[in-house]
């Protein structure tokens, strides 16, 4: 009995998590060799699917797109959110700062989508200040102009993202010890040789864990686009994510949909090896 | 990190870079909150971040505010998805939260055979895309005439918060020292007592960051609200609010806003009074020393 006691602990757990996510996940992959549209019955038909997809433009541009979001997302928000983390550091009125770059975090991607839709639009606030600089000829309505779409959902993303990785970061940063800093500064460095010096190296695993959850993030990035431009013009803005449901379930070919799928959590598996090795590694340090 | 609250030349600097910053992050919110204040004709003649000339702001909000939660048509209104999305995230997050903790204090203090590989198991919810889940899911809940009910959506959303729960909180139990444990034992506690009396009242911490963390997610999420349920009585709220502005050209953009307002005041309310728990539970993700 008091083998089996562990195990009733994780039951509830195991069971949930088996049940809704594990058993479906092996079963999008099993999906991805047949023929379905979710009411006949499916028929095998090997790597067709995969065959279709490989061959499909539409597949490709979202491939691409995809990409395009994993490096935006790694130098827009990123960036930023250590720039921000720095910058506000012992700052009069930190908190207040930080509370307001972190308060996208409460907002739902569709309600950041909405609010970024106006801002986009032909009349939005960003075509009424560029009036004020350029040429009224030169205003777009930028959410259906490729590829200044997917540039403009990136920065979307970016001001939601940033505050999320500046409170990492700032958290990293509180358990930097005080005196590798205090004798580079006795030494005589400047603010910018103690930045590149100490104080980056030393935010090495934090900033390991920020890059390896952003690049995870992006390419699980959805319902932004879907209301944005639910992947358009012409399925020239969708990412590998937004692709997959397009097949899905307005299309009704699972079996595209399924393969879509798959290809992206092998990819998305892939950048969690490096994950799991940096967040155990982590601990290894005990920081 | 030593604090250095000096006021320097370079502060000053630093000041108002930082001012700039946070007025471009605030311009976007500005300009939904004003445009949420106009009438239709008093949006389209009034630049997107100024009140419209002639028209009283607070009454035009109102109206707004009532327009979004009435709807624009039968079976579009936001009160029954506001009630299903507080019925999802309370019940989804609480009950996630308690399986995960009685599975981390088993992979953390008891020592289970396997416990990597379970936690592994466990652990890669948090990392495969959500769209894995999405066709499987789907045809399982229309083949036991699921699709469509509340109930699967709470246990959809109880399965997809277990894995990022499990991760914490198993960093937070491994912190706390063996010898706790082991001296439950020696007074001839059991594992269930154990963990009652003393895991679970030494976790607040966690389990307040975890609740806030889920609640929020939950509330916004939008793939799995939108996928699995379709009617009124089931929505989730931001599958509403999706509805809402796929219709706008009969709801019209200002209530849209009002309501993108109105929807997003719980976690907004959430995320600047317990801003400190919620930094906090971040600074959890990375706790934990290696066992």
């Known amino acids: ?287 | 990190m030593q604090k250095n609250t000096k006021l320097g030349p370079a502060k000053i600097a630093l000041l108002l870079l930082a001012i700039v910053l946070v007025a471009a992050w605030i311009f976007p919110l500005w300009n939904v909150a004003v445009s949420s204040t106009k009438s239709l004709p008093g949006y389209a003649n009034s630049k997107p971040w100024a009140f419209a000339r002639g028209e009283n702001p607070i009454v035009q909000f109102g109206k707004n505010v009532q327009r979004a939660i009435q709807g624009s048509q039968r079976g579009n209104g936001i009160r029954p998805a506001l009630f299903n999305s507080l019925l999802y995230s309370v019940t989804g997050s609480v009950i996630a939260i308690a399986c995960a903790a009685l599975a981390a204090f088993s992979l953390a203090c008891l020592r289970v055979r396997g416990r990597f590989f379970f936690f592994l198991l466990l652990f890669s919810g948090t990392v495969f895309p959500l769209q894995v889940y999405l066709i499987p899911l789907f045809t399982l809940f229309q083949k036991t005439n699921l699709y469509d009910t509340k109930i699967a959506l709470i246990l959809v959303y109880i399965a997809i918060c277990i894995p990022f729960c499990v991760f914490l909180l198993r960093n937070w139990f491994l912190d706390v020292p063996l010898e706790i444990y082991e001296a439950t034992k020696i007074d001839g506690a059991s594992d269930l007592q154990a963990f009652r009396l003393i895991f679970v009242p030494l976790s607040k911490a966690p389990f307040a960051a975890l609740f806030l963390f889920q609640f929020t997610w939950i509330w916004n999420d939008y793939i799995f609200g939108t996928t699995f349920a379709r009617s009124g009585t089931t929505r989730s709220i931001m599958a509403l609010l999706a509805a809402q502005q796929n219709m706008y050209s009969s709801m019209g953009t200002p209530a849209i806003l009002a309501s993108a307002i109105f929807v997003s005041i719980p976690t907004l309310f959430l995320v600047i009074f317990f801003r400190n728990t919620f930094f906090k539970g971040m600074a959890l993700q990375f706790s934990g020393s290696s066992k």
Do not use: C
């Open chain 1, 1 to 287: 009995m008091d083998k089996v006691k562990p195990y009733l602990f994780l039951l509830p757990a195991l069971l949930f998590v088996g049940f809704f996510l594990v058993y479906p996940a092996f079963m999008t992959f099993s999906v991805s060799f047949t023929e379905w549209n979710g009411i006949n019955v499916s028929k095998m038909v090997g790597f067709d699917n995969f065959r279709f997809l490989f061959s499909d433009p539409a597949f490709w541009k979202s491939f691409y797109n995809t990409i395009f979001w994993v490096v935006g997302s790694l130098v827009f928000p990123v960036t930023l959110g250590l720039f921000a983390a720095l910058m506000l550091y012992s700052l009069p009125g930190e908190r207040l700062f930080k509370v307001i770059i972190f308060m996208p975090y409460a907002l739902s991607g569709v309600v950041i989508a909405i609010v970024w839709s106006y801002m986009y639009k032909f009349e939005g606030a960003i075509n009424t200040i560029l009036a004020g600089f350029i040429d009224k000829r030169h205003l777009q309505p930028w959410l259906q102009i490729v590829p200044i779409n997917t540039l403009a959902m990136i920065i979307t993303y970016g001001w939601r993202m940033t505050g999320t990785n500046m409170v990492l970061f700032s958290v990293g940063m509180l358990a930097i010890p005080d005196e590798p800093i205090e004798a580079a500064r006795i030494e005589g460095a400047s603010y910018f040789q103690i930045l590149r010096k100490v104080i980056i190296p030393m935010l090495a695993s934090t900033t390991a864990v920020v890059v390896v959850m952003a690049i995870i993030n992006s390419l699980n990035i959805f319902d932004i686009i879907w209301i944005m431009t639910q992947g358009g013009p012409y399925r020239s803005s969708a990412t590998l994510g937004v692709n997959m449901y397009f097949e899905s379930f307005l299309n009704f070919n699972f079996g595209h949909g399924a393969a879509n799928a798959t290809v992206l959590s092998v990819i998305v598996m892939a950048a969690s090896v490096f994950y799991i090795r940096v967040i155990f590694k982590k601990r290894e340090i005990g920081s």
